[in-house]
Every structure is written in C-alpha cells, then in structure tokens.
C-alpha cells in the first residue's frame, strides 16, 4: 500500500487566469514516487474556504507528506519558504469572494511562527547545485493566502512529526506571455523541479 504525499495548489484569480500550481497537481495527481503516491489538492484564493477545505484533506487523508504549491507573480526562481507567521494581512487586495484582511491571526491571538519541515540542505544540494534546477530560499510565505494554507501545513507537519512546507513558484512561460510579464519559467522545468524536491524529501523519510 503507498504512502501518500499532499500537493496543494491554487486556482486561477483575478488577471492569472492559468494558474502553474494548479497545471503542476493536475500532471502530478495520481503520480507514484518510491512508494509513495501524490494526492493533488486544488485550492481556491478565498481565506474563508481554502483553510477549512485543506483541515478536512488532512484529517481524512492522514498524508506522510504535505507540500503547498502557490504562485508568486514576481518570481523568477521556485522559491522555497523557510518560515510561516500566524497572521493574515492583505488590506489592499481581495480573495476570490472580495475579502480582505488586516491583522488577524488563525491560530489564537499568538504571532507563532513555524518553520519548514522540507529537507532543504539535501534539497538544495541536490536539486540546485547538482542537477541545476533552478531554487532559491525564501524568509517568509508573506502574509496573503498562500501564508494561511502554509501555515496549517506547518503546523500539521509539525504536530506529526512529518516532512512538510511550503513553495513558491514563478509564472509560467504561457501565463508570461498573455500578461506581457518578462520572469517567468517553463512549466516542464517548474514540474521536474518539483518532482526531484518531492523524491529527495522521500528519501530523507
């Protein structure tokens, strides 16, 4: 029986209407890897839904590994985050139901903050400098909806000891191309990207 690996992303919102987290889970949903089988999880930009929908994955799927995919449009790299802060603050932008939010913890009134529970010395290693993916290291998931869903992966991970964390990815060449954006990636290197971070986390296990 495989052990299974949770891979969240995120559907389309406002102008990035081809969203490559969400590409990424469909091409990767259903994937074995060394035993261990990926669950893709679509999330919507909503921080009323998409918390509540990934606490009742968790709870019901018991995964081994849990990893969050969500778009950064400034990016140029895959960006893993070494850290989530136990606060939403995004006044100036709206989810996909028009919310926004200014100050406000999800986990109690506490500023805790996790980190990440991804190999990243051996990722980076092996990912990065031996197979030439292009990865950097992020401080911070941010403070907008990628940083809540983070931070429920965190604080899983944590709570069961399993690897676990959160990833940035930059826009891909299609979504470049119709916004005019100049960063970008190739979905298929994003993609292979992601598979050798998962198969190096799995072998770390």
């Known amino acids: 029986m495989s052990r299974k690996i949770l891979l969240t992303g995120f559907s389309h919102y406002g102008i990035y209407y081809i969203?490559?987290?969400?590409?990424?889970?469909?091409?990767?949903?259903?994937?074995v890897f060394n035993g261990f089988k990926v669950y893709g999880l679509v999330l919507p930009v909503s921080i009323d839904k998409a918390p509540k929908i990934l606490k009742d994955k968790l709870r019901i799927l018991k995964p081994d590994i849990v990893v969050g995919l969500g778009l950064a449009p400034r990016a140029r790299n895959i960006i893993i985050e070494l850290a989530s802060a136990n606060i939403a603050h995004f006044p100036d932008y709206k989810d996909v139901d028009g919310n926004t939010a200014w100050m406000k913890p999800f986990d109690h009134n506490n500023l805790n903050v996790l980190s990440t529970r991804l190999p990243?010395?051996?990722?980076?290693?092996?990912?990065?400098k031996n197979k030439g993916f292009k990865i950097s290291i992020g401080i911070s998931i941010g403070t907008y909806l990628c940083n809540i869903v983070g931070y429920e992966i965190l604080r899983y991970?944590?709570?069961?000891?399993?690897?676990?964390?959160?990833?940035?990815?930059?826009?891909?060449t299609d979504l470049a191309l119709?916004?005019?954006?100049?960063?970008?990636?190739?979905?298929?290197?994003?993609l292979q990207a992601i598979k050798c971070i998962l198969i190096t986390t799995i072998e770390e296990i």
């Open 157 to 172: 991970a944590h709570k069961n000891s399993l690897p676990g964390g959160f990833i940035h990815i930059p826009p891909s």
């Open 19 to 31: 969203n490559p987290s969400m590409e990424i889970l469909q091409k990767l949903n259903g994937v």
């Open 178 to 190: 119709r916004l005019g954006l100049n960063n970008y990636m190739p979905l298929k290197e994003m």
């Open 120 to 128: 990243i010395f051996k990722i980076m290693e092996s990912c990065c």
